[in-house]
């Protein structure tokens, strides 16, 4: 069984602050893990994502975000936040051995304030 | 052209009408999917088709019988709707199913509502 657990339902920053969401998964086998962002009325689009090899992650629009395997954790940051960056944003994790389906996490949604 | 392409965008219906959504992807891909966003934006798989042949169906209501005619194509029948129907269906495709089967790709969603 996977699971996801997005720490937040809501996030709010100040422009030009760091963002920080933060994603805990569990996974019986090794994951992949996904950040996808969704802006209001429109589907969903890829930030990143980590498979295998290096655990730091680099996706568009500056983010990033790191597996640790340790912790169970894929948070994603921003070192400045744009208006641009408000919308939802939803973890994932595939970590099945069969069947490619994912396993959200139930978002959160950032707030840039001005 | 949309590699991921659902119609309709919106769809607004009665209580106990019966409805469809079509999914088309020109990715080549094998494997499509479908997964329902309810009102608190949470995302959830409800179907997953691998060449024509069903491989994942969590637990979803039989009102909802999901058709795959060829593996460019997967479909959605609702029937008998209720207003907990209410939500955004994603369809969605990866190159092969299973984990290293390739990402998903999205389409941009049908709202559904049911009054």
């Known amino acids: 069984a996977q699971s996801v657990t997005q720490l937040g339902s809501h996030v709010s920053v100040s422009e030009g602050a760091l963002v920080l969401l933060r994603c805990n998964y569990s996974s019986s086998v090794p994951p992949y893990l996904f950040w996808y962002v969704q802006y209001p009325n429109q589907g969903l689009q890829l930030l990143l994502k980590?498979?295998?090899?290096?655990?730091l992650v680099k996706g568009i629009n500056g983010f990033e975000a790191e597996f640790k395997k340790s912790e169970t954790s894929f948070h994603l940051t921003k070192p400045s936040a744009h208006m641009s960056d408000a919308a939802e944003y939803f973890c994932a994790v595939n970590g099945e051995t069969s069947g490619s389906r994912l396993t959200f996490g139930e978002g959160t949604q950032l707030t840039v304030n001005p | 052209d949309t590699a991921v392409s659902q119609t309709p965008k919106y769809l607004v219906t009665q209580m106990g009408n019966d409805k469809s959504i079509k999914c088309e992807q020109n990715l080549g891909h094998d494997t499509m999917y479908w997964y329902k966003q309810d009102s608190k934006k949470f995302l959830k798989i409800m179907f997953s088709?691998?060449?024509?042949?069903?491989?994942i169906n969590e637990t979803v209501p039989n009102r909802f019988s999901p058709k795959s005619p060829d593996k460019a194509h997967l479909n959605l029948h609702i029937n008998s709707l209720e207003l907990g129907d209410s939500a955004v269906y994603f369809c969605?495709?990866?190159?092969?199913?299973?984990?290293?089967?390739?990402?998903?790709?999205f389409g941009e969603g049908s709202r559904l509502t049911v009054l």
């Open positions: 969605a495709s990866s190159q092969h199913a299973g984990l290293a089967g390739g990402l998903p790709t």
């Open positions: 980590y498979t295998t090899g290096a655990t």
């Open positions: 088709y691998n060449n024509k042949e069903l491989i």
